[in-house]
Structures are given as C-alpha cells and as structure tokens.
C-alpha cells in the first residue's frame, strides 16, 4: 500500500490517501515528523488555494509572490511567503501542487518516507486490531463482519495504525480464520496454531502442498513464500495445477527446506494423473454444483485430498472407481 502512495502523481492524491493510512507512518518517530510535516504542508496548500479564490484565478492557478502577499493580509490569514517557501523549499513546488502536479522530494522527506515504510507488523502484531475487535464484544465472529469493523474503524481513527484485513492477516500467519481466533483470545499461541495447522494440511492434503503450506514449512508469510518460490532457482518443480493453483509434492519442498536431496522432476509431470473437481464431475456425469451432495452420496469416488481446500482425484483411481460401478449395475 505504501508503495502504491509514493506512486501517486499528484500531490493532492498523495494527501488524501495519506490520511487513511498514516497509521502506517505513525509507529515510527521518523513516521510521526512525516506526518506533521505533510500536514504543514496542506496547510499551505489551502492557504494559497483561498488566496487564488479571492482573486479570483482560476481553478488550479497559483497566485504570485507580490499578490498572495497582500491577498492574504485582507484575508487574515498568518502563513506568509517566507513561512510556505520553507516548508515547500520555493513557490514553483506549491504552484505544481496547486496544479495537481507531482512535487519534488528532498533528500531528507525520502529519507523520512523510508524510514517509516521499514515499519512491518511481525508475528502477533498483526493480531492487534483482532483483539481490539474482540475486546468491543461483537455480536458476531465471522471473518466478513471482523472486515466491515475494520473499514468503520480506520475511517474512523486514521490517527491509529490502521486495522489489517482477515486476508491480509490470513497471509501473513498463514492462519484460517477459527485458528486466529483462538490465537487473538489465548488459547493458542502462534507457534501452536501454525504447527497444528501445518499438520492438519499435511493430514488433508495426501502428500501435497501449495504455497499455504511451503509458507508454513519455511516460517514465511504467503507473499515471502511466493517470492521464495520464483527467485530460487534450486526450488523444486510443481507436480501439478489444480484449478490453476501449482501444488509440490510435500516431501520435495521439506528436503529442499532442509538442504536435503530430493529427485529432479519434470513441471507438472504429474497434470495427466490427477483429476480436478470439474474433471471428476464430467467423468461421473454430473454437474459442478451437484459434486457436494455426490460425495455425501459417495456418488462420485472419494478424493485422494485435499489442497488450498480443493480436492483432487488420481486419475487411475477414479477410473477405476468407475470401471467397478459399472460393472455392478
């Protein structure tokens, strides 16, 4: 989000954006002189802009010098030229800004600017804005009802870090949303819930995994996981796509993590083995939304496992499913 606001063009957007997420500035101190630096700097900006408004210039036109000088003394307003030019370094930049232009940046306002994007939520930080949510007794603990409060509560406090998502959350705990729950409350720890997590996919998966649970095995967030993933060039190869997500063999990305050895293997070599939930429900003749009551029917074969909470089906044993019901009927 950060880097989308450095971004922006226009100075005016910069400001705007700036006021819903300072919360991500303001943990630093470098982040809160930031901060108040950029309001000073608005302040100019509406000063100049009531100015161009009495004089009526048009819209986005600055005054000059001489005129914002006297205009401003009829308008009792206390920022004079001296006071904007050191906080915007010239009259050209707040012209710009006036205008909707990008301004220029010193070498110290960039330095202030990295300096508080380096600030990250670590581990059960990104809990905080859950507990809070927690502590106000919702009367509901769905995961969609947690992300409405949190839209009212950063339009609410912009002056407070602002609160994360339950996908943003999701991804950097690699947690479902029960399982954070009970870490938010106490009942688990961090390192609990993702252990139990990491088994309870290895459980479900059948030796499978996608980049949830490389995450989990390599102690990464999901984003850390799939930059690992393209970048190291020694990762293993995917066995196959299903749904369009890439799924590993388990045992090849826990070796890779260990610096053991592991076979070299083809991408996808494993794709003509494996059926997806719209592959099986061709084969068995049934529609896509049907596929949850046939497997409560076990009209359609068992699944081999499950990943990213999809399931998916060896080819050879689906067929011969298959073959066999055939043959009884």
Request: glycine residues 6%.
């Amino acid at each position: 989000m950060l880097l989308h606001f450095r971004a922006l063009s226009s100075w005016q957007d910069q400001h705007k954006v700036f006021k819903i997420i300072q919360g991500y500035f303001i943990p630093s101190r470098e982040g809160m002189r930031l901060a108040e630096e950029l309001e000073r700097r608005a302040e100019c900006v509406e000063a100049v802009r009531q100015v161009a408004a009495h004089l009526g210039l048009p819209e986005g036109e600055a005054p000059g010098v001489t005129q914002y000088e006297a205009a401003r003394k009829e308008l009792g307003l206390t920022l004079s030229v001296w006071t904007i030019e050191r906080r915007w370094h010239s009259w050209n930049e707040i012209r710009k800004a006036l205008r909707g232009q990008a301004v220029r940046k010193t070498a110290r306002e960039r330095s202030r600017f990295q300096a508080a994007v380096r600030h990250r939520p670590r581990g059960e930080e990104w809990l905080a804005s859950v507990r809070e949510w927690l502590e106000s007794r919702p009367p509901s603990l769905l995961a969609l009802d947690y992300d409405a409060w949190a839209v009212e509560r950063n339009q609410a406090r912009p002056d407070l870090p602002p609160a994360s998502t339950e996908h943003s959350i999701h991804d950097a705990l690699c947690l479902f949303w029960r399982e954070t729950l009970k870490v938010a409350r106490g009942d688990l720890s961090l390192a609990q819930a993702q252990a139990r997590q990491k088994g309870k996919l290895r459980r479900e998966s059948g030796g499978f995994v996608s980049v949830h649970g490389v995450a989990l095995i390599r102690g990464f967030t999901m984003g850390q996981a799939r930059h690992h993933m393209h970048a190291d060039p020694t990762f293993p190869s995917y066995a196959f796509k299903l749904s369009g997500t890439r799924v590993w063999r388990w045992e090849d990305v826990e070796a890779h993590h260990k610096g053991e050895p592991f076979p070299k293997r083809k991408r996808g070599e494993m794709q003509g083995e494996v059926f997806d939930a719209n592959q099986i429900v061709r084969l068995c003749g049934l529609r896509r939304h049907d596929l949850h009551d046939a497997l409560r029917r076990r009209a359609v074969p068992r699944p081999a496992g499950r990943v990213s909470k999809q399931p998916y089906w060896l080819r050879a044993e689906a067929e011969a499913w298959l073959d066999e019901r055939r043959g009884a009927d």
